[in-house]
C-alpha cells in the first residue's frame, strides 16, 4: 500500500515562502489525484488544494487566493505546494493524502493513505 511522506515545513516569517513536499513509496500515486489538507490550531482539518492525475487541473481553497500552487512530478512520484506569501493563519499541519481518479473534491472523507504531515509555523 502507498505510504505518503510529507516534508519541507518550518519556521518562516510572514510574506514568506515554503515548499512542501508529499514523496510516496511502496506504490504510485500516478493513478490518484493528490491532495493537501492543513489542521490549523482550534480548527478541524481542512482542504488546501488538489491535483489530477496529469497535473492538469488543480483546485484550491478560497482563502488561497493565488498564493499557494500545487503541481507533481509523476516522475519522481512527488507532489508539492508552494506557499507564498505566508501569513500567520496559515500556521499550521499540512497534510497529503491520495483522492479518486477522475474528479478533485474538497471532502477530506473522500481520500486516504494520509501522510503523517509537516509542521508549518508563520511567526509575525
Known amino acids: 500500500q502507498v505510504q505518503l511522506v510529507e516534508s519541507g515545513g518550518g519556521l518562516v516569517q510572514a510574506g514568506g515562502s515554503l515548499r512542501l513536499s508529499c514523496a510516496a513509496s511502496?506504490?504510485?500515486?500516478?493513478?490518484?489525484?493528490v491532495g493537501w489538507f492543513r489542521q490549523t490550531p482550534g480548527k478541524e482539518r481542512e482542504f488546501v488544494a488538489a491535483i489530477s492525475m496529469s497535473g492538469s487541473t488543480t483546485r484550491y481553497a478560497d482563502f488561497v487566493k493565488g498564493r499557494f500552487t500545487i503541481s507533481r512530478d509523476n516522475a519522481k512520484n512527488t507532489v508539492y505546494l508552494q506557499l507564498n506569501s505566508l501569513k500567520s493563519e496559515d500556521t499550521g499541519v499540512y497534510f497529503c493524502?491520495?483522492?479518486?481518479?477522475?474528479?478533485?473534491?474538497?471532502?477530506?472523507?473522500?481520500?486516504?493513505?494520509w501522510g503523517q504531515g509537516t509542521q508549518v509555523t508563520v511567526s509575525s
Open positions: 511502496g506504490g504510485t500515486v500516478t493513478n490518484n489525484a
Open positions: 493524502a491520495t483522492g479518486p481518479a477522475f474528479f478533485l473534491p474538497a471532502d477530506m472523507r473522500m481520500y486516504g493513505n
